[in-house]
């Protein structure tokens, strides 16, 4: 049975808080699952590859996208433009595939704006002291933008109602913070409300 249109699924959460490690585990879970790449003037992390991790562009051409009404939203954080592509959330989207992103904590409520229907999952690290270990642990920015990102999650935890679920990603259990979102995705897939008319028609029939 056909359930329509695919679901939007939107994972955000301070950075630190584990969102790239689990989006990805869960991919490879469910292969099926769509992954919005995001547009970003940030230079690439070693190891980043164009089109994989973030489409890498100038900030020229960043402007020039937004002009064109490009990005479904778009968000200055921490010196750098990052945007979520509108072309191929809408066409996957139609074409029937659920589709997951990992925008920060503006970016998702612009995004549940768009699409009311989409299901917005706040990530969380067990202890906030935790965010700046993982920050630190994986060498990628500086002491300044360590405490900056900090200053931003701090901000960023004032939205969680806004949200439709929590994960707590405990520190060492990363299996179980995967398992979590993977029971959401599932469950989300059921509900009443995502089936057309027609098909909740012909259960009725049956
Ligand atoms: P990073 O530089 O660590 O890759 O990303 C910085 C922050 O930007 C993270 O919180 C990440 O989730 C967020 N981000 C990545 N892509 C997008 C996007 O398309 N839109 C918004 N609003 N935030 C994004």
Redesign the pocket.
């Given at each position: 049975m056909k359930a329509g249109p695919g679901l939007l699924f939107v994972v955000?959460g301070p950075?630190g808080a584990g969102?790239d490690t689990l989006v990805e585990a869960l991919r490879e879970r469910m292969p099926r699952l769509r992954y919005s790449v995001?547009?970003?003037t940030?230079a690439p992390r070693a190891g980043e590859m164009e089109g994989e991790h973030?489409f890498f562009i100038t900030r020229a051409e960043f402007e020039r996208r937004m002009g064109e009404d490009g990005f479904l939203?778009?968000?200055e954080?921490?010196g750098?433009l990052?945007?979520?592509p509108r072309d191929y959330v809408e066409r996957t989207l139609a074409d029937g595939y659920d589709l997951i992103?990992?925008?920060?904590v503006?970016?998702a409520l612009r995004i549940k704006e768009a699409h009311p229907g989409a299901v917005l999952i706040f990530l969380v690290p067990d202890r906030f002291s935790n965010l700046r270990e993982r920050l630190l642990a994986r060498r990628t920015e500086t002491n300044e933008e360590i405490a900056s990102r900090l200053e931003i999650a701090h901000q960023e935890m004032k939205f969680i109602r806004n949200f439709d679920y929590i994960v707590v990603n405990e520190q060492g259990r990363s299996e179980d913070a995967i398992r979590d979102l993977q029971a959401i995705l599932q469950a989300e897939r059921f509900r009443i409300h995502r089936y057309g008319d027609d098909s909740l028609k012909n259960i009725e029939l049956t």
């Open positions: 955000s950075s969102k995001s547009a970003t940030r973030y939203e778009s968000r954080y921490n750098n990052y945007g979520t992103m990992k925008p920060e503006n970016g």
